[in-house]
């Protein structure tokens, strides 16, 4: 029987319908989450099966439902707050990171935030500057977070499941346009552990590590890359805290080369971080520079070949690493 | 506003409303005489950071945790002594997280504003001006949500009034009937400045707008803060949803205890008149002997014994450890 493949969407929902039979503690709160089922309808059918109580339509007041599921986390429930566009994530700033992200260390262990806020990340949806932006970085900035970022529907079922049972403030990125790729997605209960990397294809000459929207970019490129004769390792983190740093010190070892790939800015941004902890890990190991790509720094412009000059493609991808491995 | 009634209801049980009140003024004297040693603590350089004093305020904390179950909830401030000792903490552990010391209600991660106690609801002391609004509320969301009648009651200073969180949880909160008190202690002074000066329109038509329960309460008379509190802790119980009570005070110290050259934003006079004329433990003890429920000598032993309390708290707080340094990558995740 062939396996089953579900779209992103699908399994993000799946996460969560599962985990919300499994706990009854477990509610979603946010802006059109019920009926609407979100702009993206990601969380559609959910209020049908398990009421508003527990899929809880918000009014427009992100800081304020955020704060609420910070204090009804550290009082027994275990909220999803739903932040339909990464951009808003400005507004929820103080709850996240003064409050849900110090409250267990500040109180010396006493209190713990197990909550999940889902947000998107990504450009080329033809959105503009304030609904374009990969803001990661900054959550990946503060201690007592956990930042997740899958990139195929399976990871984000099982991610997803993972940090809902988490016992900490976590926050899980999706790529919004990633929503429609389907994936196999088995239909067994099962969760991938917060801070294990995966080789998402195996290679020889260059290593790229690439997070979310990236990941399919850079498998892209290796099959371009392939045609060249260049094998090229895809190596997704799936957090960018807790990090894996062995499986991506191990890979770049192995092949010598490597571009770091991540929709955020790149300046004081993921791909930085990750290519610090490549140079410490494997400095003597490395045959060309570390290579860094993501977005240009500039505000996502909306006209559609401005926009999409901004962000890594599979050619500039292949093309900066044929660069690096053949130097003509 | 409300105040207190003084006439002896028909048949009303004297001796436990004796027991009562007796109990709120040594609470209030725990308060302002801990209050006390920080002060001593702090002017003798024993106390690393700052201290901001909950001095003068002691009637609304009292008056108002009275009024609560152990296991309701309370969020605090940066000005939050008061509130914690008011709803069970104990001296030793409060002197012990002031000092950083490991024994502290938080291992002295936390330090003065930052205390949080599981056991006696208390979710923690918050140095964000507003930054606890969010908590409290989603204290009351669980309550209602897991069916238990438990009530949060959400402490900030009249300077919170300039955060917008506030108004977004005040809108869910009444949009959503949950059980939670947001109690507005208007000591007068956002830090070093009038509210008059930071507020337009009143302190109550902020909630009304919602359509919240308001009320308005002297502050000082720890009676009538009771008496409020409890009518509206009880609504709130019973399914009634939130309500928002101003309670009017003052803050004796500075912004903190650094704080002294304050004239440039309130006069001595000032002071003076709130010290005197209107202090809260003065208000209790005036109407106790009144009522016949005390005599000097007790008011005396009792501030002789709260004092060896905080005398013997501030001690064990000076000997006790400071956290081994490997502790310092604990607890930052669960």
Redesign the interface.
């Known amino acids: 029987m062939p396996e089953r493949e579900l779209t992103f969407a699908q399994a993000v929902r799946e996460a969560l319908a599962e985990e919300m039979r499994r706990d009854s503690r477990v509610c979603i709160l946010g802006e059109d989450v019920a009926e609407a089922g979100t702009p993206f309808k990601v969380l559609s059918g959910l209020v049908e099966e398990f009421g508003a109580k527990r899929v809880v339509d918000t009014p427009i007041s992100e800081a304020g439902f955020t704060g609420v599921a910070v204090g009804a986390a550290m009082t027994g429930l275990r909220p999803v707050v739903d932040i339909m566009f990464g951009d808003f994530i400005t507004l929820t700033m103080d709850q996240m990171v003064n409050q849900a992200a110090k409250a267990h260390y500040m109180s010396g262990g006493h209190w713990k935030v197990p909550m999940v806020m889902r947000t998107t990340l990504g450009a080329t949806r033809r959105s503009a500057a304030q609904h374009s932006q990969s803001l990661h970085a900054w959550f990946s900035h503060v201690p007592g977070l956990k930042v997740v970022l899958p990139s195929t529907p399976y990871d984000a079922k099982g991610l997803l499941k993972a940090a809902i049972r988490d016992e900490n403030p976590v926050v899980f990125f999706e790529d919004k346009m990633m929503y429609k790729l389907k994936g196999p997605v088995p239909e067994e209960d099962y969760t991938i552990p917060l801070g294990v990397a995966d080789v998402k294809r195996a290679g020889d000459d260059i290593t790229l590590v690439a997070t979310s929207s990236m990941v399919q970019v850079a498998l892209g490129a290796a099959i371009l890359l392939e045609k060249v004769g260049i094998s090229a390792e895809v190596v997704d983190p799936r957090t960018t805290w807790p990090l894996d740093e062995k499986t991506l010190i191990d890979s770049v070892k192995k092949t010598s080369r490597v571009i770091v790939l991540d929709e955020g800015y790149g300046r004081y941004g993921v791909t930085a971080e990750l290519a610090a902890v490549i140079a410490e890990g494997a400095f003597y190991d490395l045959d060309a520079p570390v290579k860094r790509m993501g977005a240009m720094h500039v505000p996502i412009p909306f006209s559609p070949p401005l926009e999409d000059a901004t962000v890594p493609t599979e050619q500039t991808v292949f093309d900066a690493a044929k660069a690096m491995c053949k130097p003509s | 506003m409300t105040t207190a009634t003084s006439k002896p209801e028909v048949g009303r049980d004297t001796t436990a409303e004796k027991e009562k009140w007796l109990h709120a003024y040594r609470q209030m004297v725990s308060i302002r005489l801990f209050e006390e040693q920080v002060n001593e603590v702090y002017t003798r350089a024993l106390m690393p950071g700052l201290a901001h004093l909950y001095s003068g305020e002691e009637a609304v904390a009292v008056g108002i945790c009275e009024a609560l179950r152990v296991d309701d ?1 309370i ?1 605090s401030t940066h000005r939050g002594h008061g509130h914690c000792l008011a709803k069970g903490a104990s001296p030793d552990r409060m002197f012990a997280e002031l000092l950083g010391k490991e024994a ?7 330090g003065s504003m ?1 205390i ?3 056991a006696t609801g208390n ?2 002391a ?1 140095a ?1 001006v507003g ?13 209602k ?2 069916g238990t009648d438990r009530v ?1 009651v959400c402490f900030f200073g009249e300077g919170a009034l300039g955060q ?2 506030l108004y ?2 005040m ?2 909160a009444q ?1 959503w009937t949950l059980p939670v008190i947001y109690v507005c202690e208007n000591n007068q002074y956002n830090e070093y400045t009038h509210f008059q000066e930071t507020t337009a329109g009143t302190i109550l038509g902020r909630a009304t707008a919602f359509g919240i329960e308001a009320a308005s309460v002297d502050g000082q008379d720890v009676r009538a803060v009771n008496e409020v509190a409890s009518r509206l802790v009880k609504r709130a119980r019973s399914g009634g949803g939130p309500a928002f009570l101003q309670c009017d005070t003052y803050r004796y110290s500075g912004h903190h205890v650094g704080d002294i050259n304050r004239e440039y934003y309130r006069s001595k006079q000032e002071e003076h008149l709130w010290k005197t004329d209107r202090d809260p433990i003065q208000v209790l003890t005036k109407w106790l002997i009144e009522q016949g429920y005390a005599d000097p000598a007790w008011f005396d032993r009792i501030t002789s014994e709260v004092r060896n309390t905080m005398e013997a708290a501030v001690k064990f707080a000076i000997s006790a450890p400071y956290p081994s340094v490997d502790e310092v990558e ?5």
């Open positions: 909830y969020t502290g209600y938080c291992r002295g991660k936390g930052h949080a106690d599981p979710l923690g918050n964000i930054g606890s609004v969010g908590i409290a509320t989603g204290a009351a969301f669980a309550a949500n897991l949060a917008g969180s977004e949880v809108n869910l949009l604990k607890h930052v995740y669960a």
